[in-house]
C-alpha cells in the first residue's frame, strides 16, 4: 500500500532562509509522487512532480524536490523563503492501482520577515 | 484559467440531515474525485467516478455517501444522515481521462468545509 509521511507540522522560516519540508513515502512500485500547496480559501496547487526520470525536479514558484529512493525520500526545498510562501503544503503518492492521491497531513509553512 | 469550483465553502447541518455538496469540475476534465480532510488528520481519498459510474472508492465511502452527475457540469456528493465524525473538508478534484496507466494530473477545488452538530 501506498502512503507518505511529513515530519512537522509546523515549519518557521526567516525570510530569505532555506525552506526544507520532508516527506517520506511508502509504495510498494515506483511511486509517483507530488507537492500540493494550498493557500488559504483556495483549492489544492501542484507545485511539482516526480513521476519518471530525472530525480531532481523542478517546481513553480522556486520550489524543487529530489526523489531519493534509498531513502524513500522526496523532500521540498527553496533556497530563499519568501513572505508569499506561507501556506500549507502537502506530500502525495499516487496508488499503484487506479488514480487515487494518498495525502501526508500537510506541513504549515510560516514566513517570519 | 479554468479551475474546479465548489459550493458551498461552509455547511453546518444536524446530526442526522442529509448534505449535498456541490462541484463543478473543469469543463473537458471526465474523472472527478471527492477527498476529505479531517482536521488535523491527512487528506483522504474517498471516490472516483468515471463515465457515469464510480471507478474506484475507499473504505470510508460507506452506504451513507453517493455521487453523481446530474446534469452536463455538477458533481455532487451526498452525505446521508450525517454524523458528528462527518466534520472535515471535503475536496473535489477532476482531471482528464487517459489511457489507463498513464499520470493525470488532479486539479483540486477549494474546498467545502462541513460542520455537523
Known amino acids: 500500500a501506498q502512503s507518505v509521511t511529513q515530519l512537522g507540522s509546523h515549519v518557521s522560516v526567516s525570510e530569505g532562509a532555506l525552506v526544507l519540508l520532508r516527506c517520506n513515502y511508502s509504495?510498494?512500485?515506483?511511486?509517483?509522487l507530488f507537492w500540493y500547496v494550498q493557500y488559504p480559501n483556495q483549492g489544492l496547487q501542484l507545485l511539482l512532480k516526480y513521476t519518471t526520470g530525472a530525480t531532481l525536479v523542478k517546481g513553480i514558484n522556486g520550489f524543487e524536490a529530489e526523489f531519493k529512493k534509498s531513502e524513500t525520500s522526496f523532500h521540498l526545498t527553496k533556497p530563499s523563503a519568501h513572505m508569499s510562501d506561507a501556506a500549507e503544503y502537502f506530500c502525495?503518492?499516487?496508488?499503484?492501482?487506479?488514480?487515487?492521491?494518498?495525502f501526508g497531513t500537510g506541513t504549515s509553512l510560516t514566513v517570519i520577515p | 484559467e479554468p479551475e474546479v469550483t465548489q459550493t458551498p465553502s461552509h455547511q453546518v447541518t444536524q446530526m442526522g440531515q442529509e448534505v449535498i455538496l456541490r462541484c463543478v469540475p473543469i469543463?473537458?476534465?471526465?474523472?472527478f474525485y471527492w477527498y476529505r480532510q479531517i482536521l488535523g488528520q491527512k487528506v483522504e481519498f474517498l471516490v472516483s467516478f468515471y463515465n457515469n459510474e464510480i471507478s474506484e472508492k475507499s473504505e470510508i465511502f460507506d452506504d451513507q455517501f453517493s455521487v453523481e452527475r446530474p446534469d452536463g457540469s455538477n458533481f455532487t456528493l451526498k452525505i446521508r444522515s450525517t454524523k458528528l465524525e462527518d466534520s472535515a473538508m471535503y475536496f473535489c478534484a477532476s482531471s482528464e481521462a487517459r489511457t489507463r496507466g498513464d499520470y493525470n494530473e488532479q486539479f483540486f477545488g477549494p474546498g467545502t468545509r462541513l460542520t455537523v452538530l
Open positions: 502525495a503518492v499516487r496508488g499503484n492501482t487506479g488514480n487515487q492521491f494518498y
Open positions: 469543463s473537458n476534465h471526465l474523472y
Open positions: 509504495s510498494s512500485v515506483p511511486p509517483y
